[in-house]
C-alpha cells in the first residue's frame, strides 16, 4: 500500500429521487477530499438515486437521470483523486429486470468500473429482488497499486446468522478475495434497529478475520420515510479490530490514513434508549424537512404518549414550529387538561384548547345515541375522530404536519380509533412500545423537567368514559410488551409464549387482537422503525386469513 493512500469517508444524507441534491453533496464532498490530499472517496450505496427508492426504479426516466448523475460525478474526479459510489446501472442482458444496484469506481474523469450487488435481500423493510439483478462478475478493480474489491451492503453480510438461518451460500467477498482483492471496500443503506450498531461492529470484525484483509465501510445516515440510516461508518484492519467509526446520526466526512490503522482505543456505545431517541428526533426532521413541512401540530391529551411526541418535536423542529392543541370531552379530567397545558408551558411550544362538547353532543343527538347508563363503542369513538377531523383542520389552515401520537402496543392491540387518533402524516411511537415510552421520557426529562413527574404516576386512559383506564381493556403493559415482543418480533407461537411463563389465556388474547386488527394498521400513518420489526413495510400480512388457534 502506498505511504499517500489517504481516503475520504462521506458518510451523507441523501433524498429519494433529488438528483440534483444528491450531486451537489458528492460535489461538496469530492472538493473537501482533494483540499484535504485523500487519493479516493468512498460514498454510500445509491447516492445517486437515494434509499430505497422502491418502485421509481420502474419509471425509466429515472433511472436515466440517476446514471447521467453518476457520469457527472465522474467527471469530477482527476489524476489524483478517485471516487467509489453508488447508483443504479443498466443490465445489457436480455434476460433478468435489467437493473444493477452498483458501486462504481471513477478515476481521472471517467467511470472506469463497477461492480454490481450480489446479494439481494427480500426480508423485512427489502425488496432488492423485485427490482435488481445479482452481479454475474466479481473482479478487484486496480487502483494506485492496490487491488480494491467492492461490495454493496448485503454482500458483507453472506456469512451472518439470521435467527440460526443462513440466507446466503455465496460469498462475494471471498471470491474477491481469491481474485486478488487487498482492501475490502462496503458501500451502505443499512438503516437503524435497536442494537444493530453492535451487530455490524461484530460483523464487520468477523468477516476482516475470515478473509484477513482491512474493510473501509461507508454508511448511510438520515431518514427517508420509515427508514432511518444511522451512519457509523468504519474502518476494520485485517485483524479484525475497529479503527475509525464516524459519528451517529450525523453527516460526517472523514480522513483515513491507511498507512495508519491502529485500533481506536475507545468506541462509543451509547445505551439503546439514546440510540433511540437520536433515530426519532431524526426520523421526524428528515420526514418533515423532505416532504416540505416546517410546522408539526399534536394533539396533546395531557398523557405520556402526546408528551413524549411533544418533546421530539420541538427538539426537531424547533418549539415555534410545533402547536399543542387539547381537546378535551365531557370526559376529559381536569388533571389532563392542566398537565397538557404544562407540558406545552414548558416546551415552550403554541397551545391553544378547543374544548369539543357542543360537537359531541350534536353528533350523539344526530345518531341518536343514548350515553345516560353507559358510553357504547360508537360514542367513544365519535370523540376521537371528532378530534382526528379538527387536527386535520388545523393541518389545512397552516400547512402543519399532523404527529399521531399512538403507540406500538396500542397499534399492535387495535387500541385506537380509524380516523380518530390514527389520523396524521407521521405516527412517531409506533415502533415504541408503552413501557419503552416511559424509559423515552425519562431520558426527554434528563437535564430539565419537560414532564411533569403526575404524567408517570397517573394511571393510562383515553378518557372517551367515566373512570376509564387502560387496563380495563388491555393486560398490564409490562406484561403485554413482552407478548407482543414475542409475537411480533421474534415470532414465537402462543405455546412457545405460553412455555416462558405467560398465562395461556391472556396470551391468546393478545395474539387474537393482533391478528385482528390488521386491517387498521393498513390504514394507519407510516411510523419510524426502531425495532427489528415495525409494522408498515417490513410486515406484510393478510387482512382477511384464518386465524390459527
Not at 183 to 212: H, M, T, Y
Amino acid at each position: 500500500m502506498t505511504p499517500f493512500m489517504k481516503i475520504a469517508l462521506c458518510q451523507i444524507n441523501t433524498k429519494v429521487a433529488d438528483f440534483e441534491g444528491n450531486f451537489a453533496k458528492v460535489s461538496r464532498a469530492l472538493s473537501w477530499a482533494k483540499k484535504k490530499g485523500a487519493s479516493l472517496a468512498v460514498f454510500p450505496e445509491l447516492v445517486t438515486f437515494g434509499y430505497p427508492p422502491r418502485d421509481l426504479l420502474d419509471k425509466p426516466y429515472l433511472v436515466q437521470k440517476n446514471i447521467r448523475v453518476a457520469e457527472r460525478i465522474a467527471k469530477l474526479t482527476t489524476k489524483n483523486l478517485a471516487c467509489i459510489f453508488g447508483f443504479v446501472s443498466c443490465n445489457e442482458s436480455k434476460t433478468g429486470k435489467g437493473l444493477f444496484n452498483a458501486a462504481a469506481f471513477a478515476h481521472d474523469g471517467k467511470l472506469c468500473y463497477q461492480q454490481p450487488k450480489t446479494l439481494l435481500p427480500t426480508y423485512d423493510v427489502f425488496d432488492e429482488g423485485r427490482h435488481f439483478d445479482p452481479a454475474s462478475k466479481h473482479e478487484p478493480h486496480s487502483f494506485n497499486g492496490v487491488s480494491w474489491g467492492l461490495t454493496v451492503c448485503e454482500d458483507i453480510w453472506s456469512s451472518f446468522d439470521f435467527d440460526g438461518k443462513m440466507h446466503y451460500a455465496f460469498d462475494p467477498i471471498e471470491i474477491l478475495k481469491k481474485k486478488g482483492a487487498r482492501i475490502i471496500v462496503n458501500i451502505s443503506a443499512s438503516p437503524f434497529s435497536v442494537g444493530k450498531r453492535d451487530v455490524r461492529r461484530r460483523l464487520l470484525s468477523k468477516k476482516a478475520i475470515e478473509c484477513g484483509l482491512p474493510i473501509v465501510y461507508c454508511n448511510m445516515v438520515g431518514g427517508n420515510d420509515e427508514l432511518v440510516f444511522d451512519g457509523q461508518s468504519m474502518v476494520v484492519n485485517g485483524q479484525g479490530k475497529i479503527v475509525f467509526e464516524a459519528k451517529r446520526f450525523e453527516e460526517e466526512l472523514s480522513l483515513i490514513d491507511l498507512e495508519k490503522m491502529i485500533p481506536s482505543k475507545k468506541i462509543a456505545s451509547p445505551p439503546d434508549i439514546e440510540d433511540i431517541h437520536d433515530a426519532l428526533v431524526l426520523g421526524l426532521k428528515d420526514y418533515a424537512q423532505k416532504c416540505r413541512f416546517t410546522k408539526a401540530v399534536i394533539g396533546l391529551s395531557g398523557g405520556i404518549d402526546s408528551s413524549v411526541v411533544a418533546c421530539l418535536a420541538v427538539e426537531a423542529l424547533g418549539a415555534k414550529n410545533v402547536l399543542g392543541l387539547s381537546l378535551p370531552s365531557p370526559y376529559s379530567s381536569v388533571a389532563s387538561r392542566r398537565d397538557a397545558k404544562t407540558v406545552a408551558r414548558n416546551l415552550k411550544m403554541d397551545f391553544k384548547e378547543i374544548p369539543i362538547n357542543n360537537i359531541y353532543s350534536d353528533y350523539l343527538e344526530n345518531l341518536h345515541i343514548d350515553t345516560q347508563k353507559k358510553v357504547p363503542l360508537a360514542a367513544e369513538n365519535i370523540q376521537a375522530r371528532i378530534r382526528g377531523n379538527i387536527l386535520m383542520a388545523i393541518s389545512n389552515q397552516t400547512d402543519a404536519l399532523v404527529l399521531s401520537t399512538g403507540n406500538k402496543s396500542e397499534l399492535a392491540c387495535g387500541y385506537c380509533t380509524l380516523y380518530g387518533d390514527l389520523a396524521g402524516g407521521l405516527a412517531l411511537l409506533s415502533d415504541v412500545p408503552k413501557t419503552l415510552v416511559y424509559k423515552l421520557a425519562h431520558f426527554l426529562n434528563r437535564k430539565k423537567k419537560y414532564i411533569p413527574e403526575v404524567i408517570f404516576k397517573k394511571s393510562p386512559s383515553a378518557e372517551l368514559k367515566p373512570d376509564q383506564k387502560d387496563a380495563d381493556a388491555l393486560p398490564p403493559y409490562d406484561i403485554l410488551d413482552p407478548i407482543l415482543k414475542a409475537y411480533i418480533e421474534d415470532h414465537r407461537s402462543a405455546d412457545q409464549i405460553v412455555a416462558s411463563g405467560f398465562k395461556r389465556k391472556m396470551v391468546e388474547e393478545v395474539i387474537w387482537r393482533v391478528d385482528h386488527n390488521e386491517y387498521k394498521r393498513r390504514q394507519s400513518p407510516p411510523g419510524i422503525k426502531v425495532t427489528s420489526k415495525a409494522f408498515g413495510i417490513g410486515r406484510r400480512f393478510p387482512i382477511a386469513w384464518e386465524f390459527p388457534r
